[in-house]
């Protein structure tokens, strides 16, 4: 019978590593589809980044309530993942608590405490779940959350309740066990410090039941794990992962600083010094200005999109959303990512990119969106996993300006002005110094 | 008082300690006039050696990049730096955090590297330095003023601290919004909005922003940039509070307590 288990489980932990490892290649893929830019200086400030931003969780402290709240399930999950490593171990060789005999004391200690970390994370879910769905927070009930990514949003916290209620159920059974003397549960005596006392609940129980109930809790969370670990690419939860590579490729220059252009900066040269132009300039292919597509951003761009959790902290301090205009920077993340999933299962089934008809620009983003965006790097600010959404915003600009010509008319006025008086506004040049005449005079 | 230009400097085969860059607001936008001309009363007041490019000068292209026209961003890009490498500039000073913005950090890679100092650090430096005294007893002393942080001084660049030192310089009662430094409300200008009417919505921000810094009660809300100024006595003459409260630039607000 216990082989039979011990089978069984293998063959489940291989296939959710299998299908997890799938998955990871396929978005891998699709981040690839961005432009290639490489993001290498300074490691040791990337370094920096990685511990305070994605380990240090630095920018979520400047909102204490859901920070401390957050920091519990984040320590809960990554502590707790110890016992995961034993739980699995057990599983392959059919043992019970393989490392408590290893660790004497120090296993009562730490069985405690991933307890009471157990018991914080199921009452930040609970308190995360009210939030959400009682005291319904502005930024967690807006337009682009409709549908789906709720939804998303309520399965994780309720999954993590229900694997956290199993984890300290099993403990409490496992407890009676050991009052009972049954064979094979491990004596580790009173360091059920949470589910010690959930256990007289099922004192009255026989052995049999017990045991039924501590396997049926082991096997539910175990299962309840790797589905949780195969559901995570789909999720807005994957920032678990990619929280940490996106903080080490975080943008180190000043955040008011724009993106060059390369070949836009050479056309002019060329313009201006012809003799520096290069024989073949003229034939160079011609490409796309701006982004029109998820394919004209960067990785970065695109890795940013797949590491947005949706929390809404840049659009709760949008200027343009707080006045109630249509731009939401999450949702430039949330479309930016729905379009490069939509086109990842355009290649799984086409073997290549085959046309739509549709682009991440107009079709997802939308003129009126981006032209409310005042380049003020509040949403960059307030990242708390160094996502740029102002960067995405200014490639689909430019590709609206330069590629359609669809600017509004008073930015066409603008244009206009600093070509031929060489200010945004219709002065003559001859009179910018009229302010230091002035002065002369007195 | 004569201000001098480049070219003037250039004729008399001397250099001046810094160029101050006027920046279009600053020159042709009847309100910020009276910021460039503050400052360079201060500048002419504590002795440094100053000039200005005159009818030279142009448009740094931040509208214009930040819009989303890169080309015409090249062009002027291109021009200014031949001027200003023509001319040997290594310092600038300006009292506009968009051109402070793009002179620090886009024009480098253009071939324009230059030493480049937003006015109120400058002022703060000059303070420092004893080359600016404030009158004791100043026109602000003890007034209840709160600060505005532009996006392009603050989170654009992390300049959060020269100015309000200059505003604890002249003895002011320093309140702050609610949202300020890195929490700053953008006063609605930037990103060439200043040259358009607002998306649809419910509000203009720099009525938003406004509300936020009439509730602290200040008298004087104290900017940095010439578009926030404008934006922002827009939003107090919306709320008709012009006669109680002033939106002045930290500069002009230094050359009335020297």
């Excluded at chain 1, 993942?81 to 290893?102: K, M, V």
């Excluded at chain 1, 659009?315 to 930016?336: E, F, H, Q, W, Y």
């Excluded at chain 2, 200059?166 to 700053?184: P, Q, S, W, Y």
């Excluded at chain 2, 200040?218 to 003459?237: E, Q, R, S, Y």
């Amino acid at each position: 019978m216990q082989i039979v288990q011990q089978i069984l489980f293998v063959l489940l932990a291989a296939a959710a590593v299998i299908l997890f490892a799938r998955k990871v290649r396929e978005i891998r893929r699709n981040i690839k589809l961005g432009k290639d830019t490489r993001i290498n200086d300074n490691p040791s400030a990337r370094w920096r980044n990685v511990l305070l931003l994605a380990f240090g969780q630095k920018k979520m402290f400047k909102r204490m309530t859901p920070a401390i709240l957050h920091f519990f399930v984040y320590a809960g999950f990554v502590i707790i993942n110890i016992e995961i490593l034993e739980i699995i171990l057990d599983g392959i060789f059919g043992t019970h608590r393989l490392f408590a005999p290893y660790l004497g004391g120090l296993y009562n200690v730490l069985i405690g405490c991933f307890e009471i970390l157990a018991a914080l994370v199921l009452i930040s879910c609970a308190i995360f779940l009210v939030r959400r769905n009682v005291l319904k927070l502005k930024r967690l009930n807006q337009g682009e959350l409709d549908g789906w990514p709720k939804t998303d949003a309520n399965a994780i916290l309720a999954t993590e309740i229900i694997l956290m209620g199993l984890l300290l159920t099993m403990n409490a059974a496992d407890y009676n066990l050991q009052q009972i003397g049954s064979h094979h549960y491990y004596n580790t005596g009173s360091s059920f410090w949470v589910s010690g006392l959930l256990a007289p609940l099922f004192s009255g129980m026989s052995e049999t039941s017990l045991v039924v109930l501590e396997r049926s809790c082991w096997w539910l969370h175990i299962a309840g794990i790797f589905a949780f670990l195969n559901y995570l690419p789909y999720s807005k939860h994957l920032h678990i992962v990619l929280a940490f590579p996106n903080a080490y490729f975080a943008k180190l220059v000043p955040q008011g600083k724009m993106e060059n252009m390369k070949d836009i900066q050479n056309e002019v040269l060329y313009m201006m010094e012809p003799d520096k132009a290069p024989a073949d300039a003229a034939s160079a292919e011609p490409h796309r200005f701006g982004a029109k597509e998820v394919t004209d951003l960067s990785w970065k761009n695109l890795m940013d999109a797949y590491s947005c959790t949706e929390c809404g902290r840049c659009t709760a301090v949008c200027p343009a959303n707080i006045t109630g205009k249509k731009l939401s920077p999450r949702k430039i993340m949330m479309d930016t990512r729905d379009r490069v999933e939509e086109m990842g299962r355009n290649i799984d089934k086409n073997k290549e990119f085959v046309d739509d008809g549709k682009s991440l620009l107009h079709d997802y983003i939308t003129t009126e969106e981006l032209r409310a965006c005042t380049t003020c790097n509040a949403c960059v600010e307030a990242c708390p996993v160094s996502i740029d959404p102002l960067s995405i915003i200014l490639q689909l600009r430019r590709n609206l300006v330069m590629e359609e010509s669809n600017a509004p008319q008073e930015w066409n006025m603008m244009f206009g002005n600093i070509e031929n008086n060489m200010a945004p506004w219709k002065f003559s040049p001859d009179d910018r110094d009229k302010w230091a005449q002035e002065l002369a005079e007195g | 008082m004569h201000i001098k230009t480049m070219a003037e400097f250039m004729a008399e085969g001397a250099q001046p300690e810094v160029l101050f860059w006027v920046g279009c607001a600053g020159s042709f936008d009847q309100r910020a006039q009276r910021i460039t001309k503050a400052f360079a009363q201060i500048l002419d007041k504590v002795g440094v050696s100053f000039a200005i490019l005159g009818k030279e000068e142009m448009c740094t292209g931040d509208p214009a990049r930040r819009s989303g026209n890169e080309f015409l961003f090249q062009m002027m890009a291109y021009n200014n730096i031949q001027l200003l490498n023509g001319y040997g500039i290594k310092k600038i000073v300006t009292a506009c955090p968009h051109c402070f913005n793009i002179f620090k950090n886009e024009y480098p890679a253009l071939g324009g590297e230059y030493d480049v100092i937003h006015h109120t650090t400058f002022i703060n430096q000059l303070i420092a330095e004893g080359r600016i005294v404030m009158k004791e007893g100043g026109a602000f002393k003890g007034k209840k003023i709160t600060y505005h942080d532009s996006c392009y001084l603050g989170r654009a660049n992390n300049i959060y601290e020269a100015p309000r030192a200059v505003l604890e310089a002249m003895d002011v009662e320093l309140v702050e919004m609610k949202r300020c430094k890195t929490n700053g409300l953008c006063c609605g200008a930037g990103g060439a909005q200043m040259f358009k009417e607002d998306e649809p919505g419910n509000k203009r921000i720099n009525i938003e922003r406004t509300e936020e810094a009439l509730a602290t009660g200040a008298t004087v809300i104290a900017a940095n940039c010439p578009f926030c100024t404008t934006m922002l006595m827009d939003g107090v003459k919306n709320k008709e509070q012009e006669e109680q409260v002033q939106v002045l630039d930290i500069a002009e607000m230094v050359a009335r307590s020297l």
